[in-house]
């Protein structure tokens, strides 16, 4: 098995490589009437496209979505949708001198070592560029969540090195968080994060840090006990990002320099008469179920490992040997990678809303047998 499928009832199945003719993915389970066509998929990927800003690598794909199956006159057939995506602007030719050595922190020995065999072009399917199909996947969650259930997913930049956003959980939307190019709805750390990025491409290296999201409207019940928590399944899904090292929920780390005391979430009766929380350390999910507040996570993603100074490495015949790195990429991932997170975000939330929905169903029936 090669791990290309993520999700249980609403699962989708991503296919290419970076080099390769395109991109895309299969989604099952998808309901029947659906409004869709290409425009409520192709903003989520002008936004996750490469050649954006100078913050960005300067591949010039457009990334025009192509759905090719699952929809007719302008709604879902509850069967596979297929979405493609192809790529247009990819020079293998960079890749060529480097076929026969192990770039550092990349998983050309690893997939080598798992595999046999392994497409050295910009990284094949180890390469970001396979997240092009998680976004038009995500899209279509995002646009099911946000019309049956008004669930808001917001994702931002939140930390480059050191330098980290002020911003309000409650009150951040996805306007502000568009107004820069680096990501970061707050106008004066944004500044500095560019600064940052611009610095670190300047040196030709490349530089990390914290993509946060927030998901305001889940009501509470998604989620499963045990191996299938929500908080559970939402760190598989941003872990299985490239670059990703780590998440945090709610609190996270932080809740380790608490007492109890302060942590818990005290329960009030919130204005709209459903149970509430008057702080919000869980990060909206307890005992891996969603409590009806919001969800809040971070992302921890590693500096782009493609820089442009010299590095040691092996060859794959067993040679010490030395490199330095062509091609085009990203001096930080972190810009683009906004609305992968929320993308994941989506896939997942999706997935349990829909086990949610089959059992509440199934339960709804036996009652009425009684």
Not at 145 to 163: H, K, M, N, S, T
Not at 197 to 202: E, F, S
């Amino acid at each position: 098995m090669s791990g290309s499928t993520f999700g249980t009832l609403y699962r989708v199945t991503t296919f290419g490589e970076s080099h390769g003719k395109a991109v895309g993915c299969i989604i099952e389970g998808c309901p029947a009437g659906v409004p869709l066509d290409e425009s409520h998929i192709q903003p989520a990927l002008d936004r996750r496209r490469p050649g954006q800003s100078r913050l960005t690598t300067p591949r010039n794909e457009k990334d025009q979505v192509e759905i090719l199956s699952g929809v007719f006159e302008g709604k879902t057939l509850g069967t596979p949708i297929c979405m493609v995506v192809r790529n247009q602007d990819a020079d293998s030719r960079r890749y060529a001198e480097m076929k026969d050595l192990y770039r550092p922190s990349h998983a050309d020995y690893t997939w080598e070592a798992k595999f046999g065999h392994r497409d050295w072009r910009g990284g094949g399917r180890a390469s970001a560029r396979e997240t092009v199909a998680r976004v038009a996947a995500g899209a279509l969650a995002e646009h099911i969540l946000l019309q049956l259930f008004g669930v808001e997913i917001v994702a931002w930049v939140d930390q480059v090195a050191e330098i980290t956003a002020e911003v309000d959980l409650q009150t951040v939307v996805r306007q502000q968080v568009e107004e820069t190019p680096v990501r970061c709805p707050d106008p004066e750390t944004a500044t500095a994060m560019i600064a940052a990025i611009d610095a670190a491409r300047k040196a030709r290296d490349t530089i990390g840090g914290c993509v946060a999201c927030v998901i305001r409207g889940v009501p509470a019940g998604w989620g499963e006990p045990v191996f299938d928590k929500l908080d559970a399944l939402l760190a598989q899904a941003m872990l299985s990002l490239p670059a990703a090292k780590g998440v945090e929920i709610g609190s996270g780390f932080a809740g380790t320099t608490m007492r109890g005391s302060e942590h818990n979430d005290p329960f009030i009766m919130g204005e709209d008469g459903h149970v509430a929380t008057s702080t919000n350390h869980s990060g909206g999910i307890q005992g891996g179920i969603s409590n009806g507040m919001p969800i809040s996570l971070r992302v921890a993603f590693k500096p782009v490992a493609t820089h442009f100074q010299s590095q040691d490495t092996v060859t794959t015949d067993g040679d010490d040997t030395q490199f330095q790195a062509k091609g085009r990429h990203d001096p930080c991932v972190l810009p683009r990678a906004i609305p992968i997170v929320e993308s994941m975000a989506a896939l997942t939330l999706l997935d349990v809303c829909m086990r949610q929905e089959a059992v509440g169903a199934l339960h709804k029936r036996m009652r009425e047998q009684e």
